[in-house]
């Protein structure tokens, strides 16, 4: 009963109705931020849902996010708009994620959990960002998801995802494919209805190789041994003044006894770009936050301070009585610290803020600067961290405050354009 369901090739970008129109057992569609996956992604699971029914007469389609609550925002409310735009009648279940309706079930699940994923048997499946996932457990979700495609004997499994090096979307669709895999590729640039704006400040954002992935939709090594790869002793580290009294000060912390870390310094825009000067830096053997929060005070009380700390600190605590970050708002520190963020997500932008010449490090800041030229990631892109190293801690600590700012430059650029 598609009848009220319209779906015309001119409403769709041509990358979007190849993947809309291909049935092969593998299909990827790997594309650039805002190149248009989540449409193809939605409208290929309204069509597997009502059109391809199992030998009972009903299908049962998998559907796997990062997260439940990525799930429930990007596919569980708006495939129900859809379903109720086609006047489908359907029952929906939000604790668990279903949808019924007499044409099957659509069942949603998280991919963070891929040993969850027994039981059914999809007549078809999609993953969303996949590679958001380490490598490991994104192949292990795909042999999940594989071992559930009995349902049809055409059974599909369909993926969107912006590439993440090569990780599980490259070795799926790419360096190892089963027979009867497609791939693929989405360039940003392709999507006419994104402003020139937002093509703009992404390129101005992301260092070439990052623009590759995150532009161009292309698998490109992003995790090539040195973690901060954009960063030049030659280009970013020189002379940099102390800011006038009345800038704020930004120290990003990171919490650790042995050493306790932080970096300091300012922003200035410069441009119309936002420019990081980073002029002194903490680098405290065997110490505590309480130490920390004395210098801070006693170098710079009387000035405006935020502090970005590692949001480990709401729970650790120096001492028995109070976390580390309320140690350091007691001393009238302002906080600004964000959950969730990913490692690889906080290198690419400070690798794109170097690769833009927009960061400059005083030469004093000689634990931050080696930290920079030494600290490595492993083959999937996660910053090396070895027993008793004492690397990792100050660039961590300086990464903080351009990662909190960038996702509050997204947040404001979404509620402008929303």
């Given at each position: 009963?598609?009848?009220?369901?319209?779906?015309?090739?001119?409403?769709?970008?041509?990358?979007?109705?190849?993947f809309?129109t291909?049935?092969?057992?593998?299909?990827?569609?790997?594309?650039?931020?805002?190149?248009?996956?989540?449409?193809?992604f939605?409208?290929?699971?309204?069509?597997?849902?009502?059109?391809?029914?199992?030998a009972?007469?009903?299908?049962?389609?998998?559907?796997?996010?990062?997260?439940?609550?990525?799930?429930?925002?990007?596919?569980?409310?708006?495939?129900?708009?859809?379903?109720?735009?086609?006047?489908?009648?359907?029952?929906?279940?939000?604790?668990?994620?279903?949808?019924t309706?007499?044409?099957?079930?659509?069942?949603?699940?998280?991919?963070?959990?891929p040993?969850?994923?027994?039981?059914?048997t999809?007549?078809?499946?999609?993953l969303?960002?996949?590679?958001?996932?380490?490598?490991?457990?994104?192949?292990?979700?795909?042999?999940?998801?594989r071992?559930?495609?009995?349902?049809?004997?055409?059974?599909?499994?369909?993926?969107?995802?912006?590439?993440?090096?090569?990780?599980?979307?490259?070795?799926?669709?790419?360096?190892?494919?089963?027979?009867?895999?497609?791939?693929?590729?989405?360039?940003?640039?392709?999507?006419?209805?994104?402003?020139?704006?937002?093509?703009?400040?992404?390129?101005?954002?992301?260092?070439?190789?990052?623009?590759?992935?995150?532009?161009?939709?292309?698998?490109?090594?992003?995790?090539?041994?040195?973690?901060?790869?954009?960063?030049?002793r030659?280009?970013?580290?020189?002379?940099?003044?102390?800011?006038?009294?009345?800038?704020?000060?930004?120290?990003?912390?990171d919490?650790?006894?042995?050493?306790?870390?932080?970096?300091?310094?300012?922003?200035?825009?410069?441009?119309?770009?936002?420019?990081?000067?980073?002029?002194?830096?903490?680098?405290i053997?065997?110490?505590?936050?309480?130490?920390?929060?004395?210098?801070?005070?006693?170098?710079?009380?009387?000035?405006?301070?935020?502090?970005?700390?590692?949001?480990?600190?709401?729970?650790?605590?120096?001492?028995?009585?109070?976390?580390?970050?309320?140690?350091?708002?007691?001393?009238?520190?302002?906080?600004?610290?964000?959950?969730?963020?990913?490692?690889?997500?906080?290198?690419?932008?400070?690798?794109?803020?170097?690769?833009?010449?927009?960061?400059?490090?005083?030469?004093?800041c000689?634990?931050?600067?080696?930290?920079?030229?030494?600290?490595?990631?492993?083959?999937?892109?996660?910053?090396?961290?070895?027993?008793?190293t004492?690397?990792?801690?100050?660039?961590?600590?300086?990464?903080?405050?351009?990662?909190?700012?960038?996702?509050?430059?997204?947040?404001?650029?979404?509620?402008?354009?929303?």
């Open positions: 009963m598609m009848s009220n369901i319209i779906i015309n090739q001119s409403d769709f970008l041509p990358h979007q109705w190849e809309l291909s049935w092969a057992k593998t299909l990827g569609l790997i594309g650039g931020l805002g190149s248009g996956k989540t449409v193809p939605l409208f290929k699971s309204l069509y597997c849902y009502v059109m391809r029914p199992g009972n007469g009903k299908s049962n389609l998998g559907i796997g996010y990062p997260s439940l609550s990525k799930s429930k925002a990007l596919f569980f409310y708006p495939i129900c708009d859809l379903l109720s735009d086609a006047r489908i009648s359907f029952k929906h279940n939000l604790s668990d994620l279903t949808i309706s007499a044409y099957g079930t659509t069942n949603m699940f998280s991919m963070h959990n040993e969850r994923i027994v039981g059914d999809y007549t078809d499946a999609g969303d960002e996949l590679d958001t996932l380490p490598r490991a457990k994104g192949l292990h979700v795909v042999r999940k998801v071992e559930r495609l009995r349902g049809r004997k055409d059974a599909q499994l369909y993926i969107v995802s912006s590439p993440e090096g090569f990780s599980a979307c490259y070795d799926v669709l790419k360096d190892n494919p089963n027979p009867n895999t497609k791939l693929i590729h989405a360039d940003t640039r392709s999507n006419k209805y994104l402003p020139q704006e937002y093509i703009d400040d992404i390129m101005a954002t992301y260092d070439e190789r990052m623009a590759l992935a995150y532009i161009s939709g292309q698998f490109v090594n992003l995790t090539a041994g040195q973690a901060h790869y954009a960063f030049s030659d280009t970013h580290v020189h002379p940099v003044a102390p800011p006038e009294p009345h800038i704020e000060l930004l120290v990003g912390v919490f650790n006894v042995n050493p306790m870390t932080a970096a300091i310094g300012y922003r200035k825009e410069i441009d119309g770009e936002m420019h990081y000067f980073f002029f002194t830096e903490y680098y053997r065997n110490s505590n936050t309480f130490m920390l929060a004395d210098l801070l005070a006693e170098d710079f009380g009387s000035r405006v301070v935020t502090c970005y700390p590692d949001p480990t600190g709401e729970s650790r605590k120096t001492s028995s009585d109070r976390s580390d970050i309320e140690i350091l708002q007691k001393k009238g520190f302002n906080m600004r610290y964000r959950h969730g963020v990913t490692q690889r997500r906080s290198l690419n932008v400070a690798n794109g803020a170097f690769s833009h010449n927009r960061i400059h490090i005083d030469p004093s000689k634990h931050l600067i080696n930290d920079l030229e030494q600290v490595v990631t492993d083959d999937y892109g996660n910053i090396l961290k070895p027993n008793g004492m690397l990792t801690h100050i660039s961590d600590a300086m990464r903080n405050v351009l990662m909190v700012d960038a996702i509050e430059k997204e947040e404001q650029k979404h509620w402008r354009t929303a």
